[in-house]
């Protein structure tokens, strides 16, 4: 049971760099989160998902764009990175909107310089 | 609107000594309330859950939670902390119906102290 994988772990920008994140599901989980973590400022949600080819906005989504083309996956993308999106960005799925709680990935760990 | 407040950013206890962590929620109806821990360089992991069916919650790990309405709480507590409690716990909060936003609150680190 892989559950939630994110990939990288790791990555170091420069600023006005772009990239990807990817978070791949493997237990056929209709809805999908990106946060980001900040110290002393708990999860914050950038965007989500509620299906396949559905994006919504969260709390702080400028800056970050989504896509969900097929169910197991959501990507999160930065076209042009601030040092501001220096963060600890977790991606997170579920099956039934989030009354049974989330299943979390291990998060990437992004530092824009 | 809803929100958790999560008293204390950091709490020490000895080892084998009580835990407890203390979630406050605001919630304009009747709550789903969550407890998660995250270890270092890891992702949040469920350690309990309130939905209503009982006030007393038991988690994983020996932790368990009592949800007060009437002092809108939902604190987490441990009888006898272990080296490897030592973690940072969040309090969460969602409502019932359809896709609903969880909340989390700031968290709270918990150091056991041998």
């Known amino acids: 049971n892989a559950g939630v994988t994110q990939t990288p772990k790791f990555r170091v920008l420069k600023t006005g760099q772009s990239m990807t994140l990817l978070c791949a599901q493997d237990m056929n989980h209709e809805y999908m989160y990106w946060y980001r973590q900040d110290p002393g400022m708990g999860l914050r949600l950038i965007h989500y998902?509620?299906?396949?080819?559905?994006?919504a906005k969260g709390e702080v989504p400028d800056g970050y764009n989504v896509s969900r083309l097929k169910k197991q996956n959501f990507l999160l993308g930065l076209e042009s990175a601030a040092p501001s999106q220096t963060s600890v960005y977790f991606c997170?799925?579920?099956?039934?909107?989030?009354?049974?709680?989330?299943?979390f990935g291990s998060g990437t760990r992004l530092t824009v310089v | 609107a809803q929100s958790v407040t999560q008293l204390g950013s950091h709490v020490s206890v000895s080892e084998g000594a009580l835990v407890l962590l203390r979630c406050n929620y605001s919630s304009s109806v009747p709550p789903y309330l969550f407890w998660y821990v995250q270890y270092p360089n890891q992702g949040l992991q469920l350690l309990l859950k309130y939905t209503s069916a009982a006030t007393l919650v038991k988690g994983i790990n020996g932790f368990e939670a009592e949800f007060k309405k009437s002092e809108t709480s939902f604190h987490l507590t441990k009888p006898s902390a272990h080296m490897s409690d030592a973690a940072e716990y969040f309090c969460?909060?969602?409502?019932?119906?359809?896709?609903?936003?969880?909340?989390f609150g700031t968290g709270t680190k918990l150091q056991v102290i041998p």
């Open positions: 969460a909060v969602t409502n019932g119906g359809g896709y609903q936003k969880v909340t």
């Open positions: 997170a799925s579920n099956m039934d909107n989030g009354l049974n709680g989330y299943t």
């Open positions: 998902s509620v299906g396949e080819g559905t994006t």
